[in-house]
């Protein structure tokens, strides 16, 4: 594989830019090699700098449900780009995405738009400290919900990448309010409620774990957290940035019958564009300033391109059930997948919701952080790159989530299938 202008660019990247990426996992640190520069995007494929072409797994980190260029997103950022680009008031479009967003989202009644899941998460979380007078959260192991100081403790994603337990510049006093938990495990948040009686603002959980690679929900694991919040006047706050828009319209909790107080949104609500959100109940919402005294501001936020963009993506998911139709596609190919890996005794758990999918290279089940932790991250590296010299774009981590898309057709996954199954069985024998 020629990668002679990635290589180029990304040196002279490291000039300029911290670690030459501006979000740490891009930078290939877990798998090793050069990260390949994109040059264009084109339905559910990318090009890179030097014209190689990817059918494209990491869709922009889930916003790409509908692929690159998806041509009613296009159309949709053309039509509001006539008009201008900011204008730090209110506009027609930022009310037209919220109704959608409650129409859509069933916990939801009223919803502020931000710029990023981060913000969204943050904002969630202040909502819920500000209106209980409480400072403690509970987050799980594994979970990431963006890079804020609360937060970044056992974060998953980026952080699981580069193998910190937290980041240095989070002051402890805050890291103090942080309590964790492991994924799935419901018992242990239980004891935690009881020992810090009264303590507790917020229980903060991605409703199918993204960031850790995929892990679904035990049964009963969201279903229990709802009652011992609800019971312990905590707020439960979904972290629907990944799962929003994309395991149903009206995401997790639709999928699996439970509502959370709060629900933070991002990634597909953008389109591809900058857009995070957080929703719930109006007596909740109005808290927000400027109806109520909690404070959230933005000077982007609510951006006429990205509310448009967002708004196209919403609409056309909703009219042709996407989904739906997405849900059954990834099924059938992640069974396909799970059938040629037993049949061959393949060490490869595959985890999957929906059109959210990780191959972990280990035996054994892998339920929360702990288990994540511990595949075969160095199998996994061989794994990618085998992949990546096939024209296969997988996330260069083993922490992450393969997202598949819309604009994939049944003949790019089978293409997929072949030189996937190939890379697994090239990565294991070189063991
Ligand atoms: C990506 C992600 C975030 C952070 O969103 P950004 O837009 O990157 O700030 C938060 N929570 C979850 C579950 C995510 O996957």
Known sequence: MQNDRSKAWFEKAQKFIPGGVNSPVRAFGSVGGTPVFIQKGDGPFIIDADGNRYLDFVSSWGPLILGHRHPVVVKAIQKALERGTSFGAPTEAEVALAAKVVELVPSIEKVRMVNSGTEAAMTAVRLARGISNKDKIIKFEGCYHGHSDSFLMKAGSGTATLGIPGSPGVPKSLVSDTLLAPYNDLTAVESLVEAFK?????????????NMGTVPPKEGFLKGLRELTRQAGIFLIFDEVITGFRLSNGGAQELFGVQPDLTCLGKIIGGGLPVGAVGG??????????AGTIYQAGTLSGNPLAMSAGLATLDYLQKYRIPLKLNETSTIFVARLKKWIHQKSLPVTINQVGSMVTLFFTNTAVENFKQASGADAGLYAKFFHSLLEKGIYFPPSPFETVFLSHAMQPEDLDMAFDKITVSLLEALRAE
């Open 198 to 210: 009264g303590q507790i603002a917020a229980v903060i959980v991605e409703p199918v774990a993204g």
């Open 281 to 290: 109940r109006c007596d909740v919402m109005d808290a927000l300033a400027p």
